[in-house]
C-alpha cells in the first residue's frame, strides 16, 4: 500500500490544515445550520468513512446532483478525503442527460437531491451503482449525506493514501455541437488554482462571503468558495441566487464579497431593492462566467461607489480562473478580461501557433499547472485540445502592449456575414449603450444572402417601449454598415444556464425553428 507522502499537499490536507488553525471559527452557514471549522472537518471524516463503508473504492467516480446545500459541501470534501472522484452534475439536466453522465463517467454512486427523485429513478435505471443516496430530506433518513454529517462524532477519518495528482473531480462542461465531455482536474491542478485565487482576488479570512450561485458550477466553488475556506472565513452559502434574498442578506449579515454572472448584476441593479438596501459591508464585487457589458460596468461603479470590482476570466479546463482585471485597472481598460494570474501563461495566436502581435485578433491559448490533464476517456479532444504543448481555450481575443487580455468573442459566437466575421459582444455593446435595453443576445442565423444574419433578441427595462427601428438606428451610429443588425428581436427573458450564463445555441435552436 504506498503512502501518503508528508510533503504531499492535497485538498483535504489543506482542508485539514485550516480546521487545525481556525477550528473554533465559523466555516459555513446553510438555513438555519452553523458549521465551524471543527465540526465541518470532523464531518467530512464521518461522511468519507461512511461512502467507503457503502462499498465504494478509492478511485470511484460519484455524481453529485442536487442544488447547493451544506450537504453538497460536505459531501465534495468527503469525496476528497476518501479518495473518490467528484462529479458535479447540474441538477437542471434531465433524465436522459443525467444518463447520459452517469454511463460516460462509468459512475459508481449518485447522491441526489430527494426533489429530484423522479429523474434519478428514471436515469440510473439498469446501472450497477454501488451508492444512492441523497444530500438531505426532512425524514432525516439514515442514508442521508446530513444524518451522517451530524451522527456519530466519534467516527475518525478514513486511511487512505492519496496523492497531488490523483484525480479530484471531473467537471462536465456544457456541449453545444457535441456531447458534453469531463475535464480531469487533479488536487495538484485545484491546489495552485486556490492559492493563485486568494492572491489576485485578495481573498481575507476576515471578510465573510456570500456564495449563492450553483456550487456545481467551478467559477462558484473553486474561485471563490475553497480558497475562503481554505483561509478561514465564513461563507453564507444559499440554496440559490435570488436577488431579493442576496440583497437582504449582504445588508443584514454584513457580508463583504460576492461573486455573480452579468446577467445576475443587471437583476440586482434591476431590482428595487438595490436602492434601499445599505450595502455599505461589501467591498468586493466579482464577476465572471461570461462577458460584462460595459455600459452595465459603469452603472456598477457608479451604484456601488467605493467597492473593488474584479473581472474574472477563464473556463472549467483550467478549474477555472485564468485572468483577473483589478479593482485600481478598472478605470483605464474597463472592457479588459485583465491580465493573466500568476500560475497561468497565455498567449494569442494564429492557425501555425504563432505569437500575434497586440491589437491582432487570435486564438487564447495557456499553460498552468490549473490545466486539466485531460478529457476523461475522450484521447482523441485531449489531443486535439493541446495541440502545439498549449491548451487551446477556443476563445478569440487580443492584447494590448502592456499584456492586458481583451475577449472578443467564442469562436462558436463569431458570425459570418457576407463573408465578413462579427464579433457578437461588438454588437451587444453598441445596443446596451441605448437605456431602453436591460439584456441583449446577439447570434448569426443563416440566410441565404448574408451566409448569417446578425440578430439580436432584447429584453427591454420594464415600462419601456421602443421599435426595432429604432434600436437599429441607434446601432447604426455606432457600427460599420457590415456590423449592423439585421433583425431585432423583443423578448421578455433570456434562456439562461442556472450559474446564469446566456444560452445563445438554445436561441439558434429555437429560432432556426
Request: with cysteine; proline share 6%; aromatic share 6%.
Amino acid at each position: 500500500m504506498r503512502l501518503t507522502s508528508p510533503q504531499s499537499n492535497t485538498i483535504s490536507a489543506a482542508l485539514n490544515r485550516s480546521a487545525r488553525k481556525h477550528a473554533p471559527r465559523e466555516a459555513l452557514r446553510f438555513l438555519n445550520r452553523t458549521w465551524t471549522y471543527r465540526q465541518l472537518n470532523a464531518a467530512v471524516d464521518r461522511v468519507a468513512s461512511h461512502l467507503l463503508q457503502q462499498g465504494l473504492k478509492q478511485g470511484d467516480r460519484l455524481v453529485a446532483y442536487g442544488k447547493n446545500s451544506d450537504a453538497y459541501v460536505i459531501t465534495w470534501l468527503a469525496c476528497l478525503r476518501a479518495g473518490l472522484v467528484h462529479v458535479p452534475t447540474n441538477f437542471a439536466l434531465n433524465a436522459e442527460e443525467l444518463r447520459y453522465v452517469l454511463e460516460q463517467s462509468r459512475a459508481q454512486g449518485l447522491i441526489s437531491d430527494i426533489s429530484l427523485s423522479a429523474a434519478v429513478e428514471e436515469a440510473s435505471k439498469g446501472l450497477p451503482l454501488s451508492l444512492q443516496a441523497h444530500f438531505h430530506s426532512s425524514e432525516q433518513q439514515a442514508s442521508d449525506i446530513l444524518h451522517i454529517a451530524l451522527g456519530d462524532q466519534s467516527v475518525a477519518a478514513p486511511e487512505i493514501s492519496i496523492q497531488d495528482d490523483d484525480l479530484a473531480q471531473l467537471l462536465y462542461t456544457s456541449g453545444t455541437t457535441a456531447a458534453p465531455k469531463a475535464a480531469m482536474m487533479t488536487h495538484k491542478a485545484l491546489m495552485a488554482e486556490y492559492l493563485a485565487c486568494m492572491v489576485e482576488l485578495d481573498i481575507k479570512a476576515d471578510e465573510p462571503l456570500l456564495a449563492a450561485l450553483p456550487l456545481y458550477h467551478s467559477a462558484q466553488m473553486h474561485v471563490f468558495l475553497m480558497p475562503a475556506l481554505l483561509l478561514g472565513a465564513s461563507i453564507r452559502l444559499m440554496e440559490a441566487p435570488v436577488p431579493d434574498l442576496c440583497l437582504q442578506w449582504i445588508e443584514e449579515e454584513s457580508l463583504a464579497s460576492f461573486f455573480a454572472p452579468p446577467t445576475f448584476w443587471i437583476a440586482l441593479l434591476r431590482h428595487p431593492d438595490f436602492d434601499k438596501r445599505n450595502l455599505k459591508s461589501l467591498k468586493k464585487a466579482y464577476y465572471g462566467a461570461s462577458i460584462m457589458p460595459v455600459p452595465v460596468l459603469k452603472e456598477l461603479q457608479e451604484r456601488l461607489p467605493g467597492v473593488g470590482l474584479y473581472n474574472c476570466y477563464g473556463q472549467s479546463e483550467i478549474a477555472p480562473l485564468a485572468t483577473v482585471l483589478r479593482p485600481e485597472e478598472h478605470a483605464e481598460r474597463p472592457a479588459s478580461a485583465g491580465r493573466p494570474i500568476l500560475t497561468v501563461e497565455t498567449r494569442i495566436v494564429d492557425l501555425e501557433m504563432k505569437d500575434l502581435p497586440p491589437g491582432q485578433q487570435g486564438e487564447i491559448v495557456h499553460r498552468s499547472p490549473q490545466l486539466l490533464t485531460g478529457y476523461w476517456d475522450k484521447p482523441e479532444m485531449t489531443e486535439e485540445a493541446f495541440q502545439g504543448g498549449w491548451f487551446h481555450s477556443g476563445d478569440v481575443g487580443y492584447m494590448d502592449e502592456e499584456g492586458y487580455l481583451y475577449i472578443v468573442d467564442r469562436i462558436k459566437d463569431v458570425i459570418n456575414t457576407g463573408g465578413v466575421v462579427v464579433a457578437s459582444r461588438e454588437v451587444e455593446e453598441a445596443l446596451f449603450t441605448h437605456p431602453a435595453v436591460s439584456e441583449v443576445a446577439v447570434i448569426g442565423l443563416p440566410d441565404d444572402k448574408w451566409i448569417e444574419a446578425i440578430t439580436a433578441v432584447v429584453v427591454l427595462k420594464e415600462e419601456v417601449n421602443i421599435s426595432e427601428d429604432e434600436l437599429i438606428q441607434h446601432a447604426s451610429e455606432l457600427l460599420a454598415p457590415f456590423k449592423r443588425p439585421k433583425r431585432i428581436l423583443f423578448s421578455k427573458t433570456l434562456p439562461k444556464s442556472t450559474a446564469g450564463k446566456i444560452l445563445k445555441r438554445h436561441l439558434r435552436k429555437e429560432l432556426q425553428e
